[in-house]
């Protein structure tokens, strides 16, 4: 047992590396000033969260779990060079400029779940909700979805449920309690959106451990016979999922064959997934050893993303940091789910985004019906 903590505790240092512990300060000194010149865009991004209200201003909402949801707005700006697949952020502590930096330019909470949901429903009939992974601030999950907001060009409502990680490398059993906490909670939040009948469409994608709590919920949403929202379920992205294999085989039994699109985003180099393997007594997780066959055989389909570039050391967030995927993604979540593009306009696709941004992207992908080949030698 005292090895095994040893080897966590080397882990955790050389994933974590040996940096100061950020702030996770969000809003600048003055939010609510003007927007500044040289801004590309600016995105209103809701959130739906367990985290308790910060005591910081700046910080917003802390790593403590709440009793109950709260609710808020953010206003983000992205700035004028942003390029895709990046978050372009100052340095922790610095206010930064708007014209080179994301920024957090205004904050709005709401005093009920009505009326967040009667604001979310403003904006559109469509609805996209994100669940952040293990190691997650309140600032990287608003960051992380503004980023994802505007590079996939999503045409619908971005919507951050930001469950109570600890945001430290160290803290990875009590962020798999938050998130395990938090199943009630996306559940509500799910079936409150679904709820609005101004929302017609609402899309999942969920990262790294947050697929935990999602798969949780939906499989908690199929039990209640509710598992597609009243119809209003669309497209549900899990990427690299820190799922135990066997564990998400029995969520996706009792879910139940996929009505409507269900992808694994998986690759075998994630370096982040091998740590948690390593806590978890070398049990193989979904996002980087999973038998795809298998899988595809619960009406999943499996993308394999092995030999593709990742803007991210540990190769664990390669749907929004490799610009030719988050632009497919964007491409994918655009359609709706009946207009979906043949494998032939898929590759030509790939082929046409690499060669524009010099990148070569080759994808496996594993349906229930067969195997293809994407991109470079596809």
């Known amino acids: ?200 469409s609402i899309d999942i994608i969920a990262h790294s451990m947050g697929n935990w709590l999602a798969m949780e919920t939906l499989r908690q949403l199929a039990i209640a016979k509710n598992r597609d929202l009243d119809g209003k379920l669309g497209y549900v992205v899990l990427a690299s999922p820190d799922i135990d294999v066997d564990i998400f085989k029995k969520q996706m039994m009792r879910y139940g064959k996929p009505d409507k699109p269900f992808v694994v985003l998986l690759s075998a180099d994630d370096k982040a997934l091998r740590f948690s393997s390593l806590i978890a007594g070398k049990q193989a997780r979904v996002g980087d050893d999973a038998n795809a066959d298998e899988l595809a055989a619960l009406g999943v389909t499996v993308v394999d993303l092995s030999t593709v570039e990742s803007g991210d050391k540990l190769n664990h967030a390669k749907f929004a940091d490799n610009p030719v995927l988050v632009q497919l993604l964007g491409e994918r979540l655009r359609l709706p789910e009946s207009l979906q593009p043949t494998p032939e306009q898929t590759n030509e696709r790939i082929g046409e985004l690499g060669n524009g941004l010099g990148q070569a992207a080759s994808i496996i992908v594993t349906t229930p019906f067969r195997i293809l080949t994407l991109g470079a030698g596809g």
């Open 1 to 200: 047992m005292r090895s095994r903590l040893i080897v966590f505790v080397l882990v955790a240092i050389a994933l974590g590396g040996c940096t100061t512990e950020r702030k996770h300060e969000l809003l600048a000194a003055d939010p609510g000033a003007p927007t500044p010149a040289g801004v590309k865009a600016k995105h209103d991004i809701f959130v739906a969260t367990t985290r308790l209200k910060s005591d910081d201003q700046q910080i917003v909402f802390g790593r403590d779990r709440s009793e109950g949801l709260s609710f808020a707005r953010v206003g983000m700006t992205v700035p004028k060079d942003h390029e895709i697949g990046r978050i372009e952020r100052a340095k922790d502590g610095e206010p930064g400029d708007p014209a080179k930096d994301f920024a957090a330019v205004n904050l709005t909470i709401y005093k009920s779940g009505p009326a967040f949901t009667a604001a979310v429903a403003d904006e559109g009939e469509r609805v996209l909700v994100f669940i952040h992974g293990y190691n997650t601030g309140f600032d990287d999950g608003v960051y992380r979805l503004t980023q994802i907001a505007q590079d996939t060009g999503y045409p619908g409502t971005p919507v951050l449920f930001s469950w109570a990680s600890g945001a430290k490398t160290r803290d990875y059993v009590y962020d798999k309690d938050s998130s395990t906490a938090a199943r009630d909670d996306l559940e509500a939040t799910l079936v409150m959106l679904s709820k609005s009948p101004r929302i017609k």
